[in-house]
């Protein structure tokens, strides 16, 4: 096994790790606005994590629920989640993109 063979399989798995580990995180932080269940707004918000080669991120809607409310809320779930769960060294050396699914289901 070559150096960079192992070096790729290294940050595989410490991507994999990170997000499984940002998605649990997520969970901690989930709220489902009480106006938006009594309203019956429901859907999955799909955001886009981007880890850039300096080590700095920042989180996007890649696909919207069609509620603004559930939209801003998944992007509050994830930005707390973001900043407790730190991203390994590893990572850091090239621009990637991980996107978690929230889903809002009454």
């Given amino acids: 096994?070559?150096?960079?063979?192992?070096d790729n399989?290294?940050?595989a798995?410490?991507?994999?790790?990170?997000?499984?580990n940002l998605s649990q995180a997520c969970v901690?932080?989930?709220?489902?606005?009480?106006s938006a269940v009594a309203s019956g707004m429901?859907?999955?918000?799909y955001v886009t994590v981007r880890i850039r080669a300096d080590g700095t991120s920042d989180?996007?809607?890649k696909k919207s629920s069609g509620f603004k409310m559930l939209d801003d809320e998944?992007?509050?779930m994830v930005g707390q989640a973001?900043?407790?769960?730190?991203?390994p060294d590893i990572l850091k050396s090239k621009t990637r993109e991980l996107v978690i699914p929230i889903g809002f289901e009454l």
């Fill in 1 to 6: 096994v070559t150096k960079a063979t192992s």
């Fill in 9 to 11: 399989a290294d940050a």
């Fill in 13 to 20: 798995g410490a991507w994999g790790a990170y997000g499984k």
């Fill in 28 to 34: 901690k932080f989930r709220r489902y606005p009480a």
């Fill in 42 to 45: 429901r859907g999955t918000v």
């Fill in 59 to 61: 989180i996007a809607i």
């Fill in 74 to 76: 998944a992007l509050s």
């Fill in 82 to 87: 973001s900043k407790v769960v730190a991203i």
